[in-house]
């Protein structure tokens, strides 16, 4: 009797009791055990099968099985590395990320919320707001800042008082602290506050936002 395999189908009433349902059409270990304990049950007695054909499927059972544990064992390895890796991402808490660029999007409402980093306080200073081309658009004076992350709107007028064009724009600050020292600072440089995971990914709290860690530029010390 021939033991045949269903792909995709479903089996129906008219089909034998030996045929095997495989909608995936993947034969695993215990498949091919199936098939040789099949084989040797409808034999023909007269005719035995041959025993080097046993000894060679048995041969092939025993590279399959080996062959699964192999792939059980690398995904254990490597969702061991995974965990291993956000572990040490923990370790970033405290330092300095900074995301490669100081862009803000401006879109057609008018306004947009920022995000500046100061790593001192600030006595004064002034707030830069450029376009792509490097073109002055806002200037905003500040003074008396506490340092850490302050939180700004600008509300897409120029310095003319006319609404800017939608787009994409960069933000910067230069001050002086009540020392005296000059100090720099921009959009897209935050401390990492803290780290939180979302199927599997690590998100970093910068400033009001969370970021993926792959948009992140580079990673360093205060």
Request: hydrophobic letters at 30%.
């Amino acid at each position: 009797m021939d033991v045949t395999t269903t792909y995709g189908t479903t089996p129906t009433a008219t089909e034998t009791t030996d045929t095997v349902y495989n909608p995936d059409g993947v034969l695993g270990k215990d498949d091919f055990l199936q098939l040789l304990i099949t084989e040797l049950k409808y034999q023909d007695p007269t005719d035995p099968m041959d025993s080097d054909k046993i000894l060679t499927q048995t041969s092939q059972l025993a590279t399959l099985e080996a062959q699964t544990n192999t792939n059980e064992t690398m995904e254990r390895i490597s969702e061991t590395f995974k965990s291993y890796s956000q572990f040490n991402t923990i370790g970033a808490i405290g330092n300095l990320a900074d995301l490669g660029n100081s862009d803000i999007r401006l879109d057609e409402t008018g306004s947009v919320y920022f995000d500046l980093y100061l790593p001192s306080d600030a006595a004064s200073g002034i707030l830069q707001i450029t376009d792509s081309s490097g073109n002055v658009v806002k200037t905003v004076g500040i003074e008396d800042l506490s340092a850490g992350v302050q939180s700004f709107e600008w509300d897409g007028t120029d310095d003319n008082g006319e609404k800017a064009e939608a787009g994409v724009y960069q933000v910067s600050m230069s001050y002086t602290t009540p020392e005296g020292e000059e100090q720099y600072t921009r959009v897209g440089v935050y401390p990492i506050e803290s780290i939180r995971f979302e199927d599997g990914e690590a998100l970093l709290k910068l400033g009001s936002s969370y970021v993926p860690m792959t948009q992140v530029k580079e990673v360093y010390g205060e």
